[in-house]
C-alpha cells in the first residue's frame, strides 16, 4: 500500500520560511513524480512544484525564486523549502505522486496524480 506522509507545516511569519517534508513508503520511490499542491480554505487545490528526476523540475509562478523542490531516493522523501512565505500562501499543503510520463503539462494537474498525503497545515502571519 503506497503511502505518503508530510511533517513540517506550522505557523510562520510574513516573510518567514519553512521546510516541508513528504515520507514514501509501499513502492519504488525513485520510478515516480512527486508533486506539491496547496489548497486554501474555499479555493481549488493548486499547483505549487513537482520533480521527475533532479534535473526535472516544474514550479508554478507564483512561487519561482522563493520555492525549492528537492528529492533524496535514498531516503524516499521529498523536500520543499519555503522562503519568503506571504500571508496568502496560508493553507494545507499536500504532497502527491504519479509515474514519470506524459507532457509537463500533466504534472500540474491535480487529477494526473495517483496517490497523495494527508496534507500539512502552512500559516503565515501578517
Known amino acids: 500500500q503506497v503511502q505518503l506522509v508530510e511533517s513540517g507545516g506550522g505557523l510562520v511569519q510574513d516573510g518567514g520560511s519553512l521546510r516541508l517534508s513528504c515520507a514514501a513508503s509501499?513502492?519504488?520511490?525513485?520510478?515516480?513524480?512527486e508533486g506539491w499542491f496547496r489548497q486554501a480554505p474555499g479555493k481549488e487545490r493548486e499547483f505549487v512544484a513537482a520533480?521527475?528526476?533532479?534535473?526535472?523540475?516544474y514550479y508554478a509562478d507564483s512561487v519561482k525564486g522563493r520555492f525549492t523542490i528537492s528529492r533524496d531516493d535514498a531516503k524516499n522523501t521529498v523536500y520543499l523549502q519555503m522562503n519568503s512565505l506571504k500571508p496568502e500562501e496560508t493553507a494545507v499543503y499536500y504532497c502527491?505522486?504519479?509515474?514519470?510520463?506524459?507532457?509537463?503539462?500533466?504534472?500540474?494537474?491535480?487529477?494526473?496524480?495517483?496517490?497523495w498525503g494527508q496534507g500539512a497545515q502552512v500559516t503565515v502571519s501578517s
Open positions: 520533480i521527475r528526476w533532479s534535473d526535472t523540475i
Open positions: 509501499g513502492r519504488a520511490f525513485s520510478k515516480y513524480a
Open positions: 502527491a505522486s504519479r509515474g514519470m510520463y506524459g507532457l509537463e503539462y500533466m504534472y500540474r494537474l491535480a487529477g494526473q496524480y495517483d496517490y
